[in-house]
DNA sequence: AATGAATGAGCGTTCATTCAT
DNA sequence: CATGAATGAACGCTCATTCAT
C-alpha cells in the first residue's frame, strides 16, 4: 500500500544499529533536553527510518533506561579501577581516590548524568531554587572564617557540597527503608558538617 | 440565545485567583508530576476557566519559576529564623543550628523541592543510575569501619552524603564562573570527604 | 509555544458543529469507506481544525456510533409513518405497508446503512462470497419454475431474499438468548422458504 | 560473520505454505478481526518469516479474498450434497432440503462468513443499528398473533428473516444490473413477507 | 525459496495557546 | 475580568511492504 523512494544497503549488525541510535539520542538529549528531543530527531541523526528506533527500544524511556545502564557501569568501572591502584591498606588513601575519582569521572559526564536521570534540558541549574539557601549557607560559613571561627578554604564550594550532600540524605531518607527517624538524621547530618569545617574554635 | 450555566461571583482578588492556581498545580504536580499535569487540569483544581490561566501566567513554564520563587522563600525563612536564635558568637551552634533546621525543613518539602527544581514525577528516585556508584562508597565505608581506619556511625547516609555533595558541587563548578580547576576541586571535596569519616588513622 | 496562522469567527451552537462533522463524516464514509477515512479529512470536510473532532466525540467509533443511532431513529420514523396510516384492523395492509416503506427506506439509505453498519468500502458486494450460493438456489428456482412446480415472479429477487433472510435468521441465533436449537430453526427457516414460493405441487 | 538461530527444513511444497498461512489468517481473523490482524501475526502463526507471507499473497486484500473462494465453495459443496439426496422430481423436498442444509452449514460457519465477507471484528452485532426496525417488525407480527390476521410460529425469527431478507433485495438491487424499479422490487418484497406469515385474513 | 531488518507514510490523539464573546 | 470553543503543530507509534542477503 505504499512506495518506496530509497535504496541503499540496510542491514547491519544489530548492536551496531542500537548503539548508533543511543549515541544520536545522547548527543540530542544533551543538546535539547529529553523532552524536546523527538524519536524522528533521533532517527534522523542515526541516518535510519522512523519505524526502525522500534526495532530497538519499544519507548523514548527504555531508550533512556538503556543510556542509564551504558552510563552508570561507564563510570563504576572509573572508579573502581582508581582505588584498584591503592595500596590494600591504605584507607585514607583509599578514600582520597575515591573522590577524586568521582570528580574526575563526573566532571566528564555530569551533563550526561543529569539527562539521563533527570532528563533536564540543558541551561537550567542557574537561578536554581536552591541558590539561596546555598548563598546563605556559603555567607554563613565567610562569616565563620572571618572570625577564625573554622577552617574552609573553598566556602563556596563547600556550600555547595554540604547543601546538596545534606540534601541527598535527606531525600535517600523517604525512599529508602525509612528506619532513620528526623532526629538521627538531624544528629548525623549535623555531624558531618561539623566535620566538614575542620577544627572548631567554640 | 445560550443560557448562562454557572452563577457565581466571578471577580476576585487577583492575588488570591494567582494563589488558587499556584496551589492547585502544585497539588497536582505532587501527585502526577509536571509533565503529565496539563493547564486545564490545573484550572479545574482551582476551579477556573482554561483563559483564565493566561490572565495571571504566561505559559506553564512560568508557573513553576512562580512556585520555585514561592518556595525557596519559605524554606529560607524557617532556616533562618533557627539560625538567629544562637548566641551571636557561637559559630559551631551556628552551624548546627543551620543544619539541623535545613534537614527539618526540607523533610517536609522533599517532594516539593523536587517537582518545583527538576519537574519529576512521583515514585522516581529508586533504581538510580546513582545508586550503584553510592553502594559501592557504602561498602569502603564499612570495609574501613571494621579495621578502625575511621569512625562513621551511619555509613549509609554517610556515603549518600558525600556522593551527592559532590555531585552537586561538581555540578555546580560547571555551572558557575568556572574559576575553580579540575585540581582544585578534587583537592576540596578529598578534603571534605575525608574530614567527614573523622580522625583517620593511617 | 505555537504560532496562530488565521482568524475567523469561531464560536458555533454546540449541536450545529457536531451536526456538521457528523455530515462530513458520512458524505466520506459513503465515498471512501469508515478505515481509509482520516479524521482529519472528516475536520477538513466540516471546516474546523483537527483538534475541534474530539471536543465532540472521543473517537472514530464513537462518531459511529453516533452516526448509527441518528440513523435508527430516521428509519424507525419513516417506517412507522406508513403503517399508521392505515386503518387499525387491516393486518395484512399493516405489513404491506411495513414492506413496501421498508423497502422505500432502505432504498434511500442502503449505503448509509451498511456504513454505519458494517464501515464498508463502497464496491464491494459485488464478487461476494456468497454469490456462488445465491446463483445456485436462483438455478433451482428457475428450475422450479419450468417445471411448474411453483410460482415465482422473481427468482433472482427471491433468491436474494431467502438467503439473505436465512443468513440473518443464523447468524441472530447465535447471537440471542440462543433458546433455538438447530433443528427449531431449520424447521422455521424451511417453513419460510416454502410459504415464499406460494402453493407447490408436490 | 553471522549465525544462523533455527535449523529446520525450509522449503515446503508451495500449496501447502499458502494453505498454512490462510489457517492461521482464519484462526487470527476469527479471534480478533481482520483489520487488527497484522500479517507479522499471521506469519508467526504459520511459522514462517514476514517477507514469505509475500511469495503467496501479493497483499492482505488479496489472501481474503482466497479465504473468500476456499470458504464459498466448501459451503456449496454441502448444499448440493444435500439437495442431491433428493429424488430428480420432489421440487419442494429440494426446496426444504435446500433450506435445511444451508442452515445446517451456516450454523457451523457463520463467524468465518463474517470474516471473510465483512471483516467484522467478533461480539459485534449486538446493539445492531437494525434492531430497533427488527423489533418493531417483531411486535407487528405479535399483534397480528394475537388477532389471528396470520399463523406465525416463531416470530421474532420471522421477523429477523422478513428483515434480512428484505435488506439483502434492496441491497442486491442496488449493485447489480438495476433492472428493477422500486415499486417491481417493493411488489415482490411485500408479496414475500405476506406469503411468509401463511394464509391471512383480511 | 526463505528471511527479517529496514522503511516511511500515515494515523489517532494531545494540549498549550488564542480570542471572540 | 472571565470564559471555553477552537486551533493546529507536534508527537509517539503502527504496520504493510520491500529487498539485500
Redesign the pocket.
Known amino acids: 500500500?505504499?512506495t518506496?523512494?530509497?535504496?541503499r544497503?540496510?542491514?547491519?549488525p544489530?548492536g551496531e544499529?542500537r548503539d548508533e541510535l543511543m549515541n544520536a539520542a545522547l548527543r540530542l538529549f544533551l543538546k535539547q533536553g529529553v523532552a524536546?528531543t523527538?524519536?524522528?530527531q533521533i532517527t534522523s541523526g542515526a541516518e535510519?527510518?522512523?519505524?526502525?528506533f522500534?526495532?530497538y527500544f519499544s519507548?523514548?524511556e527504555d531508550l533512556l533506561a538503556a543510556l542509564g545502564d551504558r552510563f552508570g557501569k561507564k563510570l563504576l568501572e572509573g572508579i573502581k579501577a582508581a582505588i584498584d591502584k591503592m595500596p590494600k591498606n591504605d584507607w585514607k588513601g583509599k578514600l582520597s581516590a575515591w573522590a577524586r575519582a568521582a570528580v574526575t569521572v563526573y566532571l566528564d559526564s555530569i551533563r550526561e548524568h543529569d539527562v539521563v536521570f533527570y532528563g533536564s534540558r540543558p541551561a537550567k541549574r542557574e537561578g536554581l531554587v536552591d541558590n539561596i539557601i546555598v548563598d546563605h549557607l556559603f555567607e554563613l560559613l565567610e562569616a565563620g572564617i572571618a572570625v577564625g571561627a573554622w577552617t574552609v578554604e573553598e566556602p563556596r564550594v563547600t556550600a555547595v557540597f554540604l547543601f546538596t550532600g545534606l540534601h541527598g540524605a535527606v531525600d535517600a531518607s523517604q525512599t529508602n527503608g525509612k528506619r532513620i527517624n528526623r532526629t538521627q538524621l538531624a544528629d548525623i547530618v549535623e555531624q558531618l558538617c561539623l566535620r566538614s569545617v575542620g577544627p572548631t574554635i567554640d
Chains 1, 2, 3, 4 share one sequence.
Open positions: 500500500m505504499r518506496p523512494t530509497k535504496l544497503p540496510r542491514t547491519k544489530p544499529r524536546t523527538t524519536i524522528e535510519v527510518a522512523k519505524g526502525t522500534y526495532l519507548s523514548k
